[in-house]
């Protein structure tokens, strides 16, 4: 198949692309920060000039793992972007998280050249892009899926192809609007049980194996407990989701009120210094609110 092509080696892209050379295969990677290519180039992959010239020196498949879509944008039609270097029959999988819609229109032009997008976002941050155990939802052309589906299984414990192009990215909206919703309700539900004066931890430990049982319970309210708010999932990159949430909405006439009220407090929150914290800051949000402190003695 041809070196496989990685753009964009930040927090992700790197731990991913390490699991691909640990699995065998050789890699043509580039980062616009020269400095994130390094540590892959000492494990043995091959430097690219530009998102062009890793299109042009890689073989079947190219990756990209980038922050949003303005930088997908420009990775793959900018200047010296992927359309410059494509091949026929070559497929761009983009790992990022960005707007369906972005994702859709970049599959179109890509298709005028005879290569595929298949958009496939992750769930799972840092740990688990190092274990090789994200969860991975894809979008696109079956065939072309089918192709890149042992690239993807070296990066994710499960990879599923859930419709055609923009699916994936859909699916991964759809995660962050119940996850940053349920924060929320978890917060909301522990601030109320503080200000009756009743012990929030007692009140997780009576719920937690009930219908308001879930992991975002599991894993955020012991956080709120201890004020343990390192990422985790920071709440910048979930304001940025939730922007594309709002964006898609809005060309679906899709109403989607707690995903706005949602993003007003992680907003909020960003602004008085909680911005790389992890989100279930939420929980910082609602103790301001009502001068309560959720952290046990
Ligand atoms: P990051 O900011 O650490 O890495 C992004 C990399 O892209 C950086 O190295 C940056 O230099 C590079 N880059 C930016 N513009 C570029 C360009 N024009 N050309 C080439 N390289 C460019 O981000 P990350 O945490 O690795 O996240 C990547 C994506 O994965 C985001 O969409 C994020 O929402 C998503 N995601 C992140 C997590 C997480 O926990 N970090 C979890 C799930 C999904």
Redesign the pocket.
């Known amino acids: 198949m041809g070196k496989i092509g990685f753009?964009?080696?930040?927090?992700?892209?790197r731990p991913m692309a390490k699991n691909l050379i640990k699995a065998g295969y050789e890699l043509v990677v580039?980062?616009?920060?020269a400095a994130?290519a390094d540590e892959l180039c000492g494990c043995g992959a091959e430097r690219g000039g530009s998102?062009a010239d890793v299109a042009a020196k890689a073989g079947e498949i190219i990756i990209t793992?980038?922050?949003?879509s303005p930088?997908v944008r420009?990775?793959t039609i900018g200047a010296n972007g992927l359309i410059y270097g494509v091949k026929k029959g070559q497929i761009v999988v983009d790992m990022?998280?960005?707007s369906p819609i972005v994702s859709r229109e970049l599959n179109a032009v890509l298709n005028e050249k005879g290569v595929e997008m298949i958009d496939a976002?992750?769930?799972?941050?840092?740990e688990k892009a190092e274990q090789g155990t994200l969860a991975i939802m894809a979008g696109g052309d079956a065939a072309a899926f089918e192709k890149a589906r042992p690239v993807l299984e070296k990066m994710g414990a499960t990879v599923t192809l859930v419709g055609g192009s923009g699916a994936g990215q859909t699916t991964k909206l759809v995660n962050q609007i119940i996850v940053g919703i349920n924060i929320s309700a978890v917060a909301e539900g522990m601030a109320l049980a503080k200000k009756a004066g009743v012990d929030p931890r007692k009140v997780f430990e009576a719920i937690r194996r009930g219908l308001a049982g879930s992991q975002c319970l599991e894993d955020k309210a012991p956080r709120m407990f201890e004020a343990r708010y390192n990422p985790g999932?920071r709440i910048n990159?979930h304001i940025?989701?939730l922007w594309n949430v709002l964006e898609t909405s809005r060309a679906l006439n899709c109403s989607v009120p707690l995903s706005s009220q949602v993003i007003e407090m992680m907003i909020a929150l960003a602004n008085d210094g909680c911005e790389s914290m992890d989100h279930g800051a939420l929980g910082r949000y609602y103790e301001k609110l009502n001068n309560v402190s959720l952290k046990e003695n």
């Open positions: 753009i964009g080696l930040g927090i992700m892209g580039y980062d616009v920060a994130a998102p793992m980038l922050p949003n930088h420009e990775v990022s998280s960005i976002p992750v769930s799972g941050g840092q999932f990159l940025k989701d």
